[in-house]
């Protein structure tokens, strides 16, 4: 028997039900500005569930992760700015507005660009790690600021949500829908890394690297994967994140944006499988609660997060679901 | 191009350098002695600021504004340690990370509804109005070499303290061995709060100098944090003398950067395009050196610990 896994899975479950209910009741009654609430829910948890890949599983704290957010935040803006206008992309290849094109793109170019970032950074542990995954970002950030083409510091407008076939996505609750299944489809692709061969060796690597190198693993070969596949999940996200505000700016790779993936695996429980979504229910939450009672909101915000760190380490997974089980 | 110019631009980057290398210090100060990522570096920057800039405009002269900078800083810098980043250094980076991240969201905030969302405005001190003659033709604010003049202070001043005191012994055995200086009957956690606080009260100063040349508002801190830990990061974290190499380094680059790179590309490119693309690769010029530089030495130039 393994009742606290028993009783997190449970605690998962509604979870994913809470999700996917109240959107459906809030359109049913009309309420369209509560699904675009769940939407953000479940995209920023797609973002930081692809960050949990490299924080949770691999230990690796990058605090970078913005970039490829907003890295996919762009491809979607670029391609649907370059569809609109009818122009080329690059090398003459057709600009498409359907998204599993977009998303295609969005990954490939995290992937690209999560590659070289990735083999600089893991070379280091610790504290340079930390900082040097978040000076990358801002690599990416004042080039996104100061390269006027796609709207520089003003952000680029997509005018027309792009497609995905046989959804109406600009309805409010097919698109949730969209989201929520992607969401899915990026916790069950998590739940499969984390009990394959693979997940087994990354989570070594991070609980013991020494030990893992000794048994025929790189460790650095590992993490780079991690962090790759952590990015390229991110940047969908953010591609569909782009989508649902149909605005990308340069806030999207901003390091506050990376600050607050972190704090939402936090939130939620690090490492865990719905420890992002938990999060970022609570994150979005707290932010529309607050910030209807006060516009000081991120102060509260502030302390709160502090009382969590300090005091409820675990995360709201680690509170109602108990300790996280270890083998 | 002339010389000038050139001098001018130079003396720009060493006065970044300088400001720099009043923000790292500190930080691989901290992180040195206690083992602490402390995010919130830059909003003791901005507490510096903001003191000057308030009690300028209450008193009337900017070095009652000055020495108000430091102390503000320095106070709430000891306030912080005591009520919350005492409880970290035990603690892994990531909850670190998180906990001063909060507080940055606290800080800023919480001076928001102080101040207001307008910035304030610090006049340079009429003593250092002005402007000194360059060699080659041309000018140089006498402000700005000032600053150069308080950072070469500071940078000697924090090299006597650390080399030849009692507190700087302290300090240089709190970084090698802390057990052992806890041991010898040494009050560590009053030391720590010392340190710290120090830390602080430099930002502070940094804040409250940049203060007079750019308006003083809530946010101010993050880049020049972001700057200060690509500083550190090259210098190699917890050595003082990586970070005044590091930060001169990167004031440099940075600025000799931005305005010879689109200058370097008219060879290459038309005007326009050499100036959007000099531009664009100017501001990426720091990120590339660091990667550069970590690619041969992970641990930064002149690592403190193997």
Known sequence: MRPALSREATVNAVLALLLLAIPLAASAAGQTFYVTLATRIALLALAAVGLNIALGLGGLVSFGHAAFFGLGGYAAGIMATHAFNSEPLLFGLEASTSMPVIWLVAALACGVAALPIGAVSLRTTGVYFIMITLAFAQMIYYFAISWPAYGGEDGLPIYVRNSFPGINTATPLSYFLLCYGMLILGLVLFRFLRDSRFGAALQAARQNATRLSAVGIAPFQIRLVAFVISAMITGVAGALLADLNRFVSPSMLSWHMSGELIVLIILGGKGRLFGPVAGAMLYVLFEYALGSYTERWQLFLGLILLGVVLFARGGLLGLIAGRERHG | ?306
């Not at chain 2, 606290?106 to 250092?128: A, K, Q, V």
């Not at chain 2, 801190?221 to 974290?237: N, Y």
């Not at chain 2, 003398?241 to 004031?251: D, E, Q, R, T, Y």
């Not at chain 2, 790179?261 to 959007?276: E, K, R, V």
């Open chain 2, 1 to 306: 191009m002339s010389t000038a110019l050139l001098i001018e631009q130079l003396l720009n980057g060493l006065q970044l350098g300088v400001m720099l290398f009043l923000m790292a210090a500190g930080l691989t100060l901290i992180f040195g002695v206690m083992g602490l990522i402390n995010l919130a570096h830059g909003s003791l920057y901005m507490v510096g600021a903001f003191a000057c800039a308030t009690v300028a405009a209450a008193t009337g002269s900017f070095w009652i504004g000055l020495a108000a900078s430091l102390a503000a800083a320095a106070l709430a810098g000891a306030i912080v340690e005591i009520l919350v980043i005492r409880r970290l250094y035990e603690r892994d980076h990531l909850d670190q990370v998180l906990a001063t991240f909060a507080l940055i969201l606290i800080f800023s905030e919480g001076t928001r509804w102080l101040f207001g969302s307008f910035p304030l405005y610090l006049d340079i001190p009429p003593l250092l109005q002005g402007a000194v003659p360059l060699p080659g033709g041309g000018q140089y604010q006498l402000y700005r070499l000032a600053i150069i003049g308080v950072g070469v202070v500071v940078a000697v001043g924090l090299y006597l303290m650390i080399a030849r005191t009692r507190l700087g012994m302290r300090i240089r055995a709190g970084e090698s061995d802390r057990e052992m200086i806890a041991a010898l009957g040494i009050d560590i956690s009053t030391l720590y709060t010392v340190v710290f606080a120090l830390g602080a009260g430099m930002a502070g100063l940094a804040g409250a100098l940049v203060g007079a040349l750019q308006s003083v508002q809530v946010g101010m801190g993050e880049p020049v944090l972001i700057l200060a830990f690509v500083v550190i990061v090259i210098g190699g974290i917890g050595s003082i003398k990586g970070a005044l190499f590091g930060a001169i380094l990167v004031g440099v680059v940075d600025t000799m950067g931005r305005f010879l790179l689109p200058q370097a590309l008219l060879f290459m490119l038309p005007p326009s395009q050499a100036a959007l693309v000099g531009g664009a690769l100017a501001s990426m010029l720091i990120y590339i050196v660091m990667a550069l530089i970590l690619a041969f030495r992970p641990r930064g130039l002149f690592a403190a610990h193997s």
